[in-house]
């Protein structure tokens, strides 16, 4: 009987992991690495993806810290990581050494630097800080930039971008934890200097990542909904309606306000993308996350399609170099982190 348990046991584990990858799709796609393809500008005929670290749980928010060490997420899934509390890995490409930097994280999802150096995170549920925290890179010490909007915490931030006048911008979707949903709209909103809070944006359905144009007048938001705010807690074998997977750009005003402009990018019927980053010509690198072409896909800002770099798992985000790294893109995929050499500079908020 005990052993009879303990078989179960493990099945329901690896059931868990397997729902976990259903979740955001990340079902592995066992297969060589197709060849990178598209524009030369763009995209060198040479280029290819290199495993920088490969020891990841599900890889998340890359982002390079002034001094040129790689930082990002790894969001561990309590139900099925053991309980692993989240982490945040730091990578130096002088060293090539990988080491843990924070945990636990705070379930910690989306990472950038703001024009201090400093690092602002998007902490999600699952056990996690559901709020917008800034760490002072010199002294170590983190700090709560937003924790509530209206008395109430977030669903569950998710990503970040920064405007060259220091305001942050974050999207507050929910696909796991068992906490409650306490906002009233999946949304996007605006942190301004001042600390005060603001909600921008409530027609984006689902939203994930978000992008500010180098020319600071758009605002990119991704729409990612899987039609559930935790599919791991569903009934087993009961599958949600899937709802819009689109790429959206919003008209971003002087005073950051945000108006919606145009659908750039349908996925659907697939998934949509993930995170995403622009070159300093304005151009988009956007994670994929359609199972039939997944990979990075680089957009014009009118979302025409230039390059595509196949990926051998589902992508989650990517971030540029900087310095002599200002043309390597960092790329989560899974459980590994890769870089790969662009043809174009990518665009970093200047610092002060």
Partial sequence: MAKHRSLQTTSLCWALVLVVGLILSGISIAAEIPKPTGDPSVLPPDSRLIPVFTEGFFLEGPAVAPDGCVYFSDITFSFASGMQAGHIWKHDPKTGKTTIFRSPSGMSNGIKFDAKGDMVVAEGADFGGRRITRTDMKTGKSYIVAGLYDGRPFNGPNDIA??????????????????????????????????????????????????????????????????????????????????????????????????FREKLVDYYPQDGPDGMTCDKEGNLYVAVRDETRPGFYVYSPQGKELAYIPTPDLPTNVAWGRGAEI??????????????????????????
Avoid: W
């Fill in 162 to 259: 920064i405007d060259e006048q220091g305001r942050l911008y974050f999207s507050d979707p929910r696909y796991l934890g068992h906490e409650a949903v306490d906002q009233p709209i999946m949304g996007v909103y605006r942190i301004d200097t001042d600390n005060s809070v603001h909600l921008i944006i409530a027609d984006a359905g689902k939203p994930n990542g978000v992008a500010v144009s180098p020319d600071q007048k758009t605002l990119y938001v991704v729409c990612n909904n899987n039609g559930t705010t935790a599919q791991h807690r569903l009934p087993q074998g009961m599958v949600p309606m899937k709802g819009a997977m689109a790429l959206f750009a919003y008209d971003l005003a002087p005073d950051g306000t945000a108006k």
């Fill in 327 to 352: 043309k390597t893109l960092y790329c989560s995929v899974g459980k590994v982190l890769y870089k790969i050499k662009m043809g174009k500079d990518g665009y970093q908020l200047p610092m002060k």
